[in-house]
């Protein structure tokens, strides 16, 4: 059995005391656990940021990419071996800025992995500027007469661009957010998980009481995750109330289902010198 | 200018979108079913329709690795045809026009001999569409060279295999129409030239740069292919696309170049062989992910094919102007290795080289082409495709790992290559890490054991530079053991050299099939001896001279350059050293 501790390495978190990322971070040990799933079966590629500084004390496969390009790293990553399981990681300054076109694109794949977005609607590590999710408004570092632009609604993004899986969670919610975790995993199909991340050190408002006021939980009744109109509309509020949970769901044939080349053995087991006499004929 | 005797050149030119390289295709797979070897050369516009565009077809009993400057039978589809090319025509050569093209006076072209060639009236007698023009100018062209009307109509069929049979017929009416018209009213027999088709056994492939290397990335194991398109690496994508049935190979466009290399290198990371090709302003994209592969030491394979820059410059033409480029590219200092086939089989071969430095090195490695030799067409009788052994470096094994607790994947070793565990195998958890790490991936920052790490670990990634110069493609002699002169290529300045050498005594030719790292001991020895070396290259500043200097301190006696979008022709190059002997 998979244990808590297996996720755990000798490294100490450099996170600020209260920051939401521990949240984040303990929910995930637990949905891990949940599943039983060993940590050398996990892939984890990070962004650059608050949110990939983790990767030094999580003890999985790990790959800290680059600013921004957790995606594609991990889509690649994926295709070479369908038999692990991997998760991308990213802020909402790498996810929805810096990588957003990868966040689209990805998207359309349906590629089976999941993307977890730690949405502090701030960039952090860089010490405070303005992100594509800050309201508009927001004073920052970068913005201190009020930033100008709109918010992104990413999870709107998400599922028009073609994510098959789309919920949100809140990282003091651990609980609700193992939960989340564990579906957006277990779906066959591109997860998005966007998740609302107090920075206590940066955004001093969008503080945990903040969030605390201003979500609520979907419940059953409330919406079915396969209505698409419905869960467009709750993807893109944010004044009111902003739903946590599964926003939108779908099954759809994977990018790999597309591929009778991904069959059988992952394509890391299969690499040895091809014979291509045959291709050569074409050419005479 | 000196002249090349041995060879037959034909060229066919009009406007985009008249099948030249349709017709140049025809013309070189007629010209292998008669056991001749060709050369096709390429000029066209980077526009869909409209422009000026040319093929040529070099045509010689021997393999030719360069297109003439010089032209004996020249085919005008358009006016614009004879004013821009006329001049290369020889004085034994001919022009073959379409009269009801042409509205000006064709007097001053009056030195050459002149054919119409009513394409029109041809094509309506045998109620062809206009499309088939391109193979009347074949027929006609092979008409007047007297040559087997069998062959023809073989290279044809082989050509349009896969289109059915009613395409054929199409095509071989339309050829055979301007056959018979030259048989009738260019009087042959007064033409200074002449094609004898000879039976042949298989005819050579006819293969560019680009074919051979997706055929050596195919050979090498590639699993997973993925590339943006750009000119000239597109045909490369367009090859594997194509195969992926036979080979198994995934092939994937994505959003865009940033995201091709990433997923190369996530693949890469994961444990399998993934390789990308772009071209100059694509690879500039992938710059910070260069660096990643270098820090994470992921292995990377990727083509560059390079064509005139800066920014968009000319997409359908040519030049090395990317070498300097690709030698400093990505911030940070860490080592990569750039190799430069110059020719087809070279092609092919460093597909292979460079996937097992790659993995054994761990670290990224560049194979550099261009325009010339990705999309010139080379009739290659003795190619072969020799199966690449496969090298994959320290992997280690589940077994190896059993009961590891903390795995060291950056372990600090004597040649700089740390044992890689790909993601599954119990025992091998490690952090791959972007950030400058310690031995086991987690990020150093504090000044304590950090400055000292920090700086072993640039020693560690550099020590690799010392152990793989060895494994590098070799410098390789051409021409005769003594010279007066040595001209000095990389790249597709090889084939033109190569060429040239056979218009002149008394010089050779040494080509480097990689530059980066600088081979420096092979290259002194094969230098040894050298009177008066010349580099030759396609670009403004000498930029393999710049980094050869600035490296070895060897400095050429002369430099060659040429920048104007085209590759040197060997006459012309012949010409610029005979100046200097
Ligand atoms: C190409 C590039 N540009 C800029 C940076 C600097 N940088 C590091 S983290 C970061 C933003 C972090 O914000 P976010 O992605 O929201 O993550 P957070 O720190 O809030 O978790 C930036 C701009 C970088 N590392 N790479
Ligand atoms: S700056 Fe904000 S996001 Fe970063 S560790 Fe501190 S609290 Fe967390």
Redesign the pocket.
């Known amino acids: 059995m998979t244990q808590i501790s297996d996720y755990m390495n000798s490294y100490r978190a450099t996170w600020c005391p209260g920051c939401g990322n521990f949240g984040i971070w303990a929910a995930l040990r637990r949905a891990l656990v949940d599943m039983d799933l060993p940590p050398h079966k996990l892939l984890c590629v990070y ?5 990939g500084n983790g990767s030094n004390w999580f003890h999985a496969y790990g790959f800290h990419s ?3 390009r957790s995606l594609p790293a991990a889509m690649g990553a994926k295709l070479a071996n369908r038999e692990q399981t991997v998760i991308a990681f ?6 929805f800025g ?1 990588g957003g076109n990868h966040f689209l694109h990805t998207c359309r794949t349906n590629i089976d992995m999941t993307y977890v977005v ?1 949405d ?1 609607q ?5 010490t405070g500027q303005a ?1 594509p999710t800050s309201d508009q408004g927001m004073e920052t570092k970068s913005t201190p007469t009020g930033d100008p632009d709109r918010p992104l609604r990413p999870l709107q993004l998400a599922v028009s661009a073609g994510a098959t899986w789309v919920g949100r969670g809140f990282a003091d919610d651990l609980v609700g957010l193992a939960q989340l975790y564990r579906q957006a995993i277990e779906h066959k199909g591109f997860a998005v998980l966007d998740v609302l991340q107090p ?1 206590v050190t940066f955004n001093h408002f969008n503080t945990r009481e903040w969030y605390a006021q201003h979500t609520h939980k979907l419940t059953e009744q409330e919406h079915n995750p396969a209505d698409k109109a419905k869960a467009l509309l709750l993807a893109g509020e944010w004044n009111g109330k902003i739903p946590l949970g599964v926003i939108y769901r779908e099954q759809r044939p994977t990018y790999e289902d597309h591929f009778p080349q991904l069959a059988g053995k992952p394509l890391t087991q299969r690499v040895a010198a091809r014979d291509v006499g045959q291709l050569i004929e074409q050419f005479r | 200018m000196p002249h090349r005797r041995d060879v037959f050149t034909w060229k066919i030119g009009g406007v985009g979108g008249q099948g030249q390289q349709a017709a140049g295709a025809t013309f070189a797979k007629a010209c292998t079913r008669g056991n001749f070897l060709t050369f096709n050369y390429s000029e066209y516009p980077s526009i869909i329709r409209g422009g000026h565009g040319t093929t040529q077809v070099d045509v010689a009993p021997r393999p030719l690795t360069a297109p003439s400057a010089a032209v004996n039978l020249l085919v005008a589809l358009n006016e614009e045809t004879i004013q821009l090319h006329a001049a290369e025509v020889t004085h034994d050569g001919a022009i073959i026009y379409d009269g009801s093209k042409i509205t000006g006076d064709l007097k001053a072209y009056r030195r050459h001999k002149l054919f119409n060639l009513p394409i029109g009236n041809l094509l309506q007698d045998a109620k062809l569409p206009p499309i088939s023009a391109n193979m009347v100018a074949v027929g006609a062209s092979l008409g007047l060279l007297r040559y087997s009307q069998a062959v023809l109509h073989h290279a044809i069929a082989d050509l349009f295999a896969g289109k059915g049979q009613g395409t054929i017929d199409a095509n071989i009416a339309a050829a055979q129409a301007g056959y018979d018209h030259a048989t009738k009213h260019f009087q042959p027999a007064r033409f200074a030239f002449t094609l004898r088709a000879k039976p042949v056994g298989k005819p050579a492939p006819l293969l560019t740069g680009n074919d051979a290397i997706s055929l050596g990335i195919a050979a090498a194991g590639c699993q997973l292919y993925v590339a943006y398109p750009m000119s000239p690496s597109s045909s490369i994508l367009h090859n594997l696309a194509g195969w992926a049935k036979t080979t198994n190979m995934v092939v994937r466009q994505p959003e865009d170049e940033i995201a091709a290399i990433h997923v190369a290198i996530g693949a890469m990371f994961a444990g399998t062989r993934s390789a990308l090709a772009t071209s100059g302003g694509g690879f500039a994209l992938m710059t ?1 992910a260069l660096a990643l592969s270098a820090m994470t030491e992921t292995p990377l394979v990727a083509v560059v094919s390079s064509r005139p820059g800066p920014a968009t410059g000319l997409p359908t033409w040519t030049e090395q102007g990317d070498l300097k480029f690709l030698v400093n590219a990505a911030h940070g200092d860490f080592p990569r290795v750039i190799l430069t086939p110059g020719d087809p089989e070279e092609a092919f071969a460093a597909a292979g080289t460079a996937f097992n430095l790659a993995e054994k090195y761990q670290l990224p490695v560049i194979i550099l082409m261009d325009k010339f030799v990705s999309e010139s067409t080379r009739a290659l009788p003795h190619f072969t495709l020799t199966p690449p052994e496969i090298e994959r470096g320290k992997i280690a094994t589940a077994s190896e790992l059993a009961g590891t607790k903390e795995f060291a994947r950056y372990a600090l070793t004597a040649d700089g290559v740390s044992p890689r565990a790909l993601p599954g195998t119990e025992g091998g958890i490690h952090l791959a890490n972007s950030d400058e790490h310690e031995e086991h991936g987690f990020a150093v920052e504090s000044f304590g054991g950090g400055a000292l790490l920090r700086q072993r670990m640039v020693e560690k990634r550099a020590a690799k530079v010392r152990h793989l110069i060895p494994e590098l493609p070799k410098p390789v002699r051409l021409g005769p053991a003594k010279a007066k002169l040595t001209l000095l290529s990389w790249g597709s300045t090889k084939g033109v050299a190569e060429e040239a050498l056979r218009l002149l005594p008394y010089v050779n030719a040494v080509h480097m099939p990689a530059v980066w790292p600088i081979p420096e001991h092979a290259l002194r020895h094969a230098l040894n001896h050298v009177q008066q070396l010349v580099t030759v290259e396609n670009n403004f500043s000498g930029q393999f001279a710049t980094i050869l200097r600035g490296a070895t301190g060897i400095a050429p006696d002369h430099q060659l350059l040429k920048y104007n979008g085209q590759q040197f022709f060997p006459e012309e190059l012949a010409e610029k050293v005979k100046a200097l002997l």
């Open positions: 962004d650059i940021g608050c949110s680059l600013h921004g990213a802020g909402d300054g790498g996810g810096e730690h502090n701030l960039y952090s590590l860089t992100s920075c | 910070e």
